[in-house]
């Protein structure tokens, strides 16, 4: 213990003499935690929309004002012709088609129905298929009042209604900023933690002080344990930032307890510091170690279950993202913030990743090499 604690005060040293690292581990994560969810926003807003009434009728004039007032749309313009709203779309000026055919009222109201043509830009996919669900819902309450306003009331009182009122869970007013902060800080206290100890072993290789240590009579799992000590409490630190961030920032207050919380993060960050460690042991460069973090981290976060579903990704996915320690610290994140999940409830997680855990950090041990 006297020689860890010997190497931990070299590493502690070592860390805060160089003030743009101590800047990269507290204040860039921080900005990050700040400007990410909101550019990072799974509404989408001011879809363009073009509009080609043949009508021209006050039911064809109440249906555009609905579907602008709704907050969703932007009307870029309002054509005489499908060609040149068509036009609209081809110059990146327009998102959607709404083609209202002549004799809309009309039809109706004599006929019981009508048909509307809707164009969609699906270039971007994500864009076309939320926009085309907005204005069919928009289009589906416009009708719901026409028929509410044509319908006598003894006419009407023939039919039974079904009314449905829906609750939601964890989330009540869907502000998606609860559900991607959560996930966001699991990714910064990732990075943070497996960038700088991917670059530490590195780093003393590289300044040729690692010679030094080699010579001395330390064992490999006390050099391993120094390495790691650090910046698993310099990792802590920052996620008990993020989660200041996220509460006096966003208004996020976890549900269930922090100990909970805590007590994955310490193991987790074990697993993520581990893997750093033995990526620091193959390589000489801290070029090398950056680039196969690089890639690593990539994949971890598409995989992660942050921006995407995991339970919406092909089987030979799913089955990568298991042996992916970042998609477990998303889910119990989000398990215990939103949903208020005890500690019984993630002890899957935690075993998986304590698993993790042992296997990376024995082999980062027994890869490191005191002779060349």
Same mark, same amino acid.
């Given at each position: 213990m ?34 990410? +969810? ?7 807003r ?5 509009v ?15 579907i602008?007032a709704?907050? #969703?749309?932007?009307l &870029?313009g309002y @054509? ?7 036009? $609209?779309?081809?110059?990146?000026e327009?998102d959607?088609i $709404?083609?209202?055919p ?7 109201i004599?006929?019981?129905h ?6 969609v830009n699906?270039?971007?996919? &994500?864009?076309a298929?939320l926009?085309?669900? #907005?204005?069919g819902?928009?289009?589906g ?10 319908v006598t +009331? ?8 079904i ?13 998606y ?11 910064l206290?990732?990075?943070? !933690? ?14 040729g002080?690692?010679?030094?240590? @080699? ?10 344990l120094?390495?790691?000590i650090?910046?698993?409490v310099?990792? @802590?630190?920052?996620? &008990?930032?993020? $989660? ?9 207050? +976890?549900?269930g ?10 193991? #987790? ?16 460069t801290?070029?090398q170690a950056m680039?196969?973090?690089f890639?690593?981290m990539m994949?971890f976060?598409?995989? !992660? ?8 990704m ?33 002890? +899957?997680?935690?075993g998986?990743?304590? $698993? ?8 980062a041990?027994?890869? #490191?090499?005191?002779? @060349?």
């Amino acid at each position: 213990m006297r020689t860890l604690r010997f190497l931990l005060r070299k590493e502690f040293r070592q860390i805060f003499r160089d003030k743009s690292i101590v800047a990269m581990i507290f204040f860039m994560p921080m900005v990050q935690l700040i400007l990410m +969810p909101l550019a990072a926003d799974y509404e989408v807003r001011n879809i363009n929309l073009s509009v080609v009434d043949r009508d021209k009728s006050p039911y064809s004039q109440k249906l555009i004002s609905k579907i602008v007032a709704s907050g #969703y749309f932007r009307l &870029t313009g309002y @054509n005489a012709s499908f060609r040149e709203a068509f036009g $609209l779309i081809e110059s990146d000026e327009a998102d959607l088609i $709404l083609e209202i055919p002549s004799d809309f009222e009309r039809n109706l109201i004599r006929e019981d129905h009508e048909k509307l043509f809707v164009a969609v830009n699906a270039i971007n996919g &994500t864009k076309a298929s939320l926009g085309g669900s #907005y204005l069919g819902s928009i289009i589906g309450d416009f009708n719901a009042d026409i028929r509410m306003q044509l319908v006598t +009331p003894p006419r009407f009182s023939q039919f039974p209604m079904i009314d449905v009122v829906a609750s939601n869970w964890f989330n009540p007013v869907l502000n998606y900023k609860v559900f991607i902060v959560p996930g966001i800080l699991a990714i910064l206290v990732t990075m943070v !933690g497996g960038f700088l100890s991917a670059l530490n072993i590195v780093k003393e290789k590289e300044i040729g002080t690692i010679e030094q240590i @080699n010579v001395t009579p330390i064992k490999k799992h006390i050099f391993i344990l120094g390495k790691l000590i650090p910046f698993w409490v310099l990792a @802590n630190i920052v996620f &008990t930032i993020g $989660l200041l961030v996220a509460r006096f920032v966003y208004g996020i207050v +976890p549900v269930g307890s922090l100990l909970t919380l805590y007590a994955f993060i310490s193991v #987790y960050l074990l697993a993520v510091l581990g893997f750093g460690l033995l990526v620091s042991t193959f390589c000489d460069t801290q070029q090398q170690a950056m680039f196969i973090m690089f890639f690593f981290m990539m994949l971890f976060i598409l995989l !992660g279950g942050l921006f995407t579903s995991i339970d919406s990704m092909p089987e030979w996915a799913k089955a990568i993202t298991r042996i992916n320690p970042v998609r477990y610290m998303i889910e119990v994140m989000r398990m215990v913030i939103l949903k208020g999940s005890s500690f019984k409830d993630v002890l +899957p997680h935690v075993g998986i990743v304590s $698993l993790m855990a042992a296997i990376l950090n024995s082999w980062a041990i027994l890869n #490191y090499k005191k002779t @060349n």
